[in-house]
C-alpha cells in the first residue's frame, strides 16, 4: 500500500496510464543493485530514488576524489575523501526518505558476487572496467537476474539489458553479454577515463537511461533491450540501434556450455 505522502509525491506517475497505482506498487516492492556509484551509478540512484523502488543496493568501495564531481552527481564537494556508498546513502535519503539503501564498500568479485546480486531483483552495471563487467553479466547469468549494463565512452555510450537465463518466445535463450562481446578488447587499446576524458552530461544521460530501463523492466510497459544495443554518439546528437542475438558458441548458454560457475573469474 502507498501512504498519502507517497501518492503525493509519485501522482505524475500515477497517473501515466502504463504506470499506474499497481506499477507503482511494483516500484515499492523493487530491489535494484547499482554496481558503481560514479558516472554511470550517480544518475541512476537519483532517478531510481526518486522513482520509489523500494530498496537501492550500491557495491563501490572507492572514496569520492574532486575529479569525480565532474560528471558524479550523487556527490558534493564536502564529500572528497569519503566513501562513496556514505554519501550516495546521505544524498538519496534526502531525496526520498521512503527507499531504503544498502551500501557495500567492497570490490565486486567472484567470492562476493553471487550473494550480493542474488539479494537484488534486478542488477545495474555502472563500471567503468571489462573485469567487472564480464563478472558482473556472469553472476547475473548464474543468479538469474537481470542485467541492465552500460558503457561511457569520451562522447559516445551504450546501453542494453541481459536476461540470458530466460528464452524468447521461440523457446531460445536470450543472448548473454558474451554473445554481444565474446572477448575484452586487449590490455591498452581502451583507455581509461583519466586518460581519454569523458563528457559530464553525457554519463549523466545515460545513467538516466539505466534508471529508465529499470523502471520499465519492473513495471513492464514498452518494448525492453533484450537483444537490442542502444549507441548514443554525443558529437552528431544521433541515436542508434543495433539488434544481435545469441551466440551458440557462447560458454554460458550456448549449445556446448562450459562455464558453470565463476571460477574463471579468481585470478
Not at 136 to 165: N, Q, V, Y
Amino acid at each position: 500500500m502507498l501512504s498519502p505522502d507517497e501518492l503525493e509525491r509519485y501522482a505524475r506517475h500515477i497517473v501515466l496510464r502504463d504506470v499506474g497505482g499497481p506499477g507503482q506498487a511494483a516500484l515499492k516492492r523493487a530491489s535494484v543493485l547499482v554496481i558503481g556509484a560514479g558516472g554511470l551509478g550517480a544518475p541512476a540512484l537519483m532517478y531510481l530514488a526518486a522513482a520509489g523502488v523500494g530498496t537501492l543496493g550500491v557495491v563501490d568501495d572507492d572514496v569520492v576524489s574532486l575529479s569525480n564531481l565532474q560528471r558524479q552527481v550523487i556527490h558534493t564537494t564536502p564529500d572528497i575523501g569519503r566513501h562513496k556508498v556514505e554519501s550516495a546513502a546521505e544524498r538519496i535519503a534526502a531525496l526520498n526518505p521512503h527507499v531504503s539503501f544498502v551500501g557495500h564498500a567492497t570490490w565486486l568479485n567472484a567470492d562476493n558476487a553471487l550473494a550480493l546480486i542474488g539479494d537484488y531483483d534486478l542488477v545495474l552495471d555502472g563500471s567503468d572496467n571489462f573485469s567487472t563487467r564480464y563478472l558482473t553479466s556472469d553472476a547475473c547469468f548464474f543468479a538469474k537476474r537481470p542485467l541492465i549494463t552500460a558503457a561511457l565512452g569520451t562522447f559516445d555510450g551504450s546501453l542494453t539489458t541481459i536476461r540470458a537465463h530466460e528464452t524468447n518466445e521461440q523457446g531460445e535463450f536470450n543472448p548473454t553479454y558474451r554473445c554481444l562481446f565474446p572477448e575484452a578488447p586487449p590490455p591498452g587499446t581502451v583507455p581509461a577515463c583519466a586518460e581519454a576524458g569523458v563528457m559530464g552530461a553525457l554519463a549523466g544521460v545515460m545513467g538516466s537511461m539505466m534508471a529508465l530501463e529499470a523502471i520499465r523492466e519492473i513495471v513492464g510497459f514498452g518494448e525492453g533491450l533484450v537483444g537490442r544495443l542502444l549507441m548514443i554518439d554525443a558529437r552528431a546528437m544521433r541515436f542508434e540501434t543495433l539488434r544481435y542475438g545469441r551466440d551458440p558458441a557462447n560458454p554460458l548458454n550456448g549449445d556446448g556450455p562450459v562455464m558453470s560457475d565463476l571460477s574463471v573469474h579468481r585470478t
